[in-house]
């Protein structure tokens, strides 16, 4: 398996613009998780789905974003208008179900600059 | 609510030196603890994890965590580093299905 796919790794964009974050989780994960990381806050859990229902958003900071999976191994983070402070490394993860559920698989991230 | 304390920032140690990373949580209820690895510009990677049974556990790369109940801790340890082990740390704690992660310890192996 490829592991979790993100794209773009990069991406530089200014004040006000839209950005669109990728994610295909690993197949036959039923978890997809959202993070942020950044020196100040560290990492911290964005959104999280269940067989493509979002069950916890409560870490989503602000209605300027918004997250959807519509299918099993797709998903977007989306940020409209961005501002400068939401520059940072998004992760995406996805997990099996079970009880090794917690066992969370990243992908190689996304680094945002929003100028 | 859980939440995940690593005491040590940023940890500076000599190639073949032993290294301990420290890890505290507090939850009030029965968690899974997880030790993850992030190489530079490179996701996080599972080093080792803990969810029932013999309290020391042996995870890839040589490293080794101890769950210690009475103390709610789950410190990180390997007896000799290499260069390769220069990265960040996270230990993580779990109950239910989200993963809380400490603060990080940047691991700095010199020559």
Redesign the interface.
Known sequence: DAG?IQSPRHEVTEMGQEVTLRCKPISGHD?L?WYRQTMMR??E?LI?F?NNVP??DSGMPEDRFSAKMPNASFSTLKIQPSEPRDSAVY?C?SSLKG???????????TRLTVL | AQSVTQLDSQVPVFEEAPVELRCNYSSSVSV?L?W?VQYP??????LL?Y?SGSTLVKGINGFEAEFNKSQTSFHLRKPSVHISDTAEY?CAV?AG????????TRVLVKP
Do not use: C, R, W
């Open positions: 979790v978890y998780f560290g990492l859990l999280y269940n069950i916890d992760f993860a009880y090794e559920v917690n066992e969370q698989f990243f992908g190689p991230g | 899974y997880f993850y510009n490179q996701g996080l990677q599972l994890k969810l996270f779990s299905n989200k993963l809380t992660f400490g603060g990080g």
